[in-house]
Structure formats: C-alpha cells, structure tokens
C-alpha cells in the first residue's frame, strides 16, 4: 500500500483582508496561476495540499486553483480562511460540492466585539459566522481555529459554547507566534483552560486540539497531525529526550520557552504514548501500513518470554517487516530481547466478567427488523471484538436490540460505548441498565436514513452495527459507520448480517456493495442464532401443523407470524471489515429508499408466482 502522508503547503499570495492585531499582515503580491500549478507539477502533484495565503479566498483566480487541484486527483485540501467570502452565498455555493476540503476558519471570540478588535476589522465577525453557517449545510469537515491572545483569553471557552450552536464540534487553539508568552504562562491561563476544557460536557462530543502548543501542556490534544507543517525554529527542553510523544510534539518557540514554568514540562512514558510512537516509526519504515491496534496485538501476544522463531511462526507476519516491528518496539523500551527470546513489556488490560442482561430484551419489533441474537453467541463476538480491539478507545454501536453495548461496556476495555438507535424503549432500556451498572455507555436517538450530525463524524475507533439484511439497508448501515469512524486505515467495522444459504443468490450483491466502499473483509464468521420465540415453537410444535401453516393456510396468519416463519432459522454471519485508504461511504445525504425487505421474504419462500415476479423485476 503506498502512503502519503505528506502535506504539501501551497502559498498562493496575497493579503489578508482582515488585519489581525497580532500578525503582520504583509502586503504580498497574488501569485499567478502558471507559477502555482508548475509548482504542484514540480512538486508530484501532492495528495495533500493546505492552502495558504494572506487570504486565500480573494485570490482572483481562487476557484480555478482548487479546480487545479481537485483535477489532478489531490485526495485532501486544508482551506485555511477567515470565512468572509463564504458569507457570499453565490460564492459558498461553488464550493457546496469539493468534499475534497477540510475548512479551518479562524473566529477571534464569542462575539462581534472581542472579533472586531482582534481582526481589526469592523463587520468581520458577521460575515465569519455568515460564512460558518453557508457551511453548516455542506458535507465538509469545519474546524474553527482559535488564536489565544490577551483579547480573548477569557473568552475561549465562550467560544466554542458559541459554535456549538452551529454544529461545530473542531477545536484548534494555538498561540500566534508574534505574540509575547507570559500572559500565557505567567498568569497559568493554560491551567484554567485545561479546567475548563474538561469540564466540556462529554455528550458533546467536542475535539479540541492546540496546534502549536506541546503535548504535555494539555495532555489530552485531540489533534497531532499539523506537526511542523507551518512551524520554525522550535526549542525542546533536555527532559524532551526522554518523551515517547517528541515526534508528534510541536515543541516551544524560542520565545516562548523563556515564560514557562519548567514544572509543566512532563515527558510522556505511559505505554499508550509509547505504541504510538513505535507505529509511526514502523511506518516510515515500513511498506505496509501497521495500524496501532496490530501493535497492541503483537505485544500482547508474548507478554510471557518466547522463543522468537515461535513468534513469526504464530504471528504471520513476512519476516522483514516483523524485524522492523519488533526493532522499532525495542526502541521504545516496549519489548525486550535475550538472544533468541523475546517478552513483552506491555501488560494486557484483563476484561472484567461479561454481564448478561439479554432477560431485559424488548420483544421484536418487525418494523425495523429487530431479531434477537442469544445471548452465548453475543459473548463469542464480544470476546472477538475484544481481542480485535486490544487498545480500547471509543467503540459506537449502530442499533442495539441485542443489548451488546451493555456487555461489551462491561468487560471495560473501552473507554466509551456510543450507540445510535432509532428505538427510544430500546435507549430508554439501556440507558436504564447504564446508569444502574455504572457503564460508560451514551445514547443518540437516530433514524440512521437521516444524515449523522456533524458533530458525531469521524470520532470513533471501531463500530459493530447490526444492519437490515436488505442490499438497501446494508449499505445504508455499513456508510453511516464509515461516516462516524474517524479517518484512518485498518479501523475496524463488525457487522451482523444474514448472508447463508438459502438466499446466498439474493444476496450476493452485497459482495460489490463491500468493494463498492472500499472495504477489506478481514473475516466472516461466528454464525449466530437468532432466539426463537417460545410462543412461536409451542404454537406450532408439530411438524405437520408447522408445514400447514406454512404453505397450505398461510392466509390468517399474523404479521408478526409471518416475519418470525421468514427470518428465523438462518444464522446471522459476523463480518469484520478493515478500513482501507480507498474506503468512502457509498450513501451520503439523507436516504428515502425502503431499507427493508417488507413481507416479501415469506413470499419469496412460500410463493413460486413471487419468486417469478421477482426475478422479472431483476
Ligand atoms: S515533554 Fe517535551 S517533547 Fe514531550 S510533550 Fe512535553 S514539551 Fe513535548
């Protein structure tokens, strides 16, 4: 797999038409367009691109640059803006549909006053949250970037409490590098900010990163990836060179370095820090992209000393790049070698007993074809997702009738379990348990026809959805995970879905939908019953009233009857996907589609006049 991770900044000249008070803001000329596109030419045509500038967005030839870019093939391209054009709706409105760009929008504070007088520019804020809301309808990705200055200092939290309004869940703090520090440091406004940073409600879901600001002054920076992009002449402290986070830290500017209290400085040595510094270094290294939860999974696997050739035998990984692996995990102290053993430092987070609340279950309702998965089978996947998922993280879970969020929270090895349902008993239900069992579990109610909130896009580190066994409905599910897992490769999606034998046929096309994403199937497997209700087997205990029923005096029988006969007894197959580089949702907006197979299915089976219908229609 090739990487590119390389981000490619393009500076197209010219002003800004704000005048921020703590930047110079110099008068440069607007760079033609030949000279920009010879220099992406010169430069491979790069699958990342930030553009920069005074203001990029008043360049006169803004639109045929990012048509440049867009028509060479670039995958991503940072707009950093002020947002006021944007307030133009006719000029929005050319942009509606390059999904292509991530917006970073600079907003100076919660309101016109404090925005005004840092962007020394009178109307700017209006026309910034003009632009903002213009946004709010597009499908890109918004982050607003928030400079702190003495200005608005105490109004940083404000600020995001402010945009939230507008579905705005993207934080970006930095100091600008014009400004003088001790404010910052003297006045420890840092430590209010980190108090007042984890005091944010954690239903909101808001990601606030600090992109020029080192890691371990706000230890929990969502954000790494603007590292030394924009950044020169960056100071460390002699402590750094024991820090397993240096790589990803942007460091002090030289100025200031002199304001900070050198207590703050603390190196990063926790085993989290430590895996995710040996898997940047593996995949620079190496030709394969290795995901942070395959090196948890090798870590794991020889926490009690063996012998090495006993590892690459039992690992499967090519021995080159299993030398890489293990000489990277070296490095970081994660892994020692005795000749031809090997161990492990790292110590596996053992799962707590798995709870089961399967008793608590709702009776099935067919309208959104809820079939119960016993609760034995249940146990199996989640022993499964978590020796899949050694890392924990955040796991969301796209419809829950089986109650698998309440087990799997209970084995606490993630951190939080998210679970979108359409059914309020179902949330009510499980709510109820969470809160009784003290699990870590948040509900969204959500007709996943319509589009995820903004807020909720890419934040989660693995997925489990339990989706209609109709081609429709599979899609639907399987592209709000890709939607709501954040973007990196090897993140993984389990699905239950019906996909055996009888209807193999019907449901082959379920294969293409899976390529059509760009999805790897790492497995299928773990069939698993649905429970038959007792009624059902007492009502038709005998084989020849059961068969009677079936195909001879079908005509009286329920609803509910008639879905139950259809649907169960075929097992339902656990899918595990792998997130690839070329994986994008294949439904984007909101779905109008039937996403369920109505009663056809009994029909299909009990009715040849329907199974010619049917195959006419193919
Ligand atoms: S210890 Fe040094 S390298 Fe590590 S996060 Fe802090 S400033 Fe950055």
Redesign the pocket.
Known sequence: MSKSDEVFVLDIGGKDNNNPIFKENKNNAFRELKEIKQELKKNNFPEKVIISSGEPTIHPNFFKIVAFIIGYGCKSIILKTNARMLSYSEFSNRLKNCNKIKYFIDVFGPDEEIHDKISNSEGSFKQAISGIRNLSSFDNEVNITIPIVNENNDKLIDTINFLEDYGISNFLFYLPETTTYDFFYKEKIYHNLKENISNLPNETLIQVGFENI????F?ENSYYGQKNILLKKRV??E??S?????T?????SKEEFQYVDKM?????TDIKSKVLNSQIRINKKSTIHIALEEIYKILFHFTEEKNIWDVIYELGYPIPLFLIIIEELQNEGLVEINGDKIKSQAKKKKPKEIIDQSDKRLESNPEVCQLLVSHEDIEKRINYITETCPGGGKMVLLGDDDFLSISLASTGLFDEIWVFEIDERIIDKINLIAKEKNLPITCVQHDLRQKIPKKYLHKFDAAYTDSPYYPNGFSLFISRCIDLLKKDLHLHIFSSFSCEMPIMDDELSVQDIINEMGLFIERKSMPANNIIPSYLAEKYSLFAKLNEIVFKNNKNLSQLDKWYLAALGRKEFLFHFLTTKDTNPIINGIFEEEIYYEDIPFDFYTNPKTVKNLNKIK
């Open positions: 080192p890691l371990c002054v230890p460390y402290d402590k750094c024991e820090c397993h986070k240096k990803l830290c942007p460091g002090f703050i400085i603390k190196p990063f």
